[in-house]
């Protein structure tokens, strides 16, 4: 194929990919971002629009207590928080996704990497709050949280 008949091509792809865009709305144009956490590997991966951006060490349910499957999307957000239902601990960046689960930082990073929580997803605090300011800067509406197996 020559170099016209590729750039060719390729102006009918992107004049389809803006066709279709246009078409469905705005929100075809948000970032979306995703965090997928894997309770078999203790890690969650990031991603902004399909390409991975970060990769981290998570605690998650110890045994006796459960992390919630499934996807989900960002329900409430704090910056500082402190668990109602465990001694007041502290749950820095706090990104509530179930009911009262969420993702926040602990200072319990020795044990990132294995279950130690009462549910939630623990994160080492900076990677909490790199999370958390991609949740707010592109918005709940456009952030999904899928908890695997």
Same mark, same amino acid.
């Given at each position: ?7 060719? /091509?390729?102006? =009918? /792809?992107?004049?389809? *990919? ?6 469905? +709305? $705005?929100?075809?144009? =948000?970032?979306?971002?995703? =965090? ?9 991966? /990031? ?6 951006? %970060? *990769?981290?060490?998570?605690?998650? $349910?110890?045994?006796? %207590? ?6 989900? @999307? ?5 910056? @500082? %928080?402190?668990?109602?239902? #465990?001694?007041? *601990? ?7 996704? %179930?009911?009262?689960? !969420? ?6 990073? @020795?044990?990132? +990497?294995?279950? !130690? ?10 990677? $909490? ?8 800067? #592109?918005? =709940?509406?456009?952030?999904?949280? /899928?908890?695997?197996?």
């Amino acid at each position: 194929m020559s170099f016209f008949e590729r750039l060719s /091509v390729m102006a =009918a /792809v992107v004049s389809l *990919s803006l066709g279709l865009i246009l078409s469905s +709305g $705005a929100n075809a144009l =948000a970032t979306q971002v995703t =965090a997928i956490v894997s309770l078999q590997d203790q890690e969650m991966k /990031v991603t902004v629009n399909g390409w991975r951006r %970060y *990769s981290w060490k998570v605690s998650t $349910a110890r045994r006796g %207590y459960r992390t919630p499957t499934g996807t989900f @999307r960002p329900t409430r957000m704090y910056k @500082r %928080y402190y668990s109602k239902k #465990y001694h007041h *601990s502290p749950m820095p960046w706090s990104v509530f996704f %179930y009911h009262g689960y !969420a993702i926040h930082g602990t200072t319990a990073i @020795r044990h990132l +990497g294995r279950p !130690a929580s009462h549910g939630c997803i623990r994160l080492h605090p900076e990677n $909490a709050r790199k999370l958390f300011d991609l949740v707010k800067e #592109y918005g =709940a509406e456009n952030t999904t949280i /899928v908890v695997t197996r």
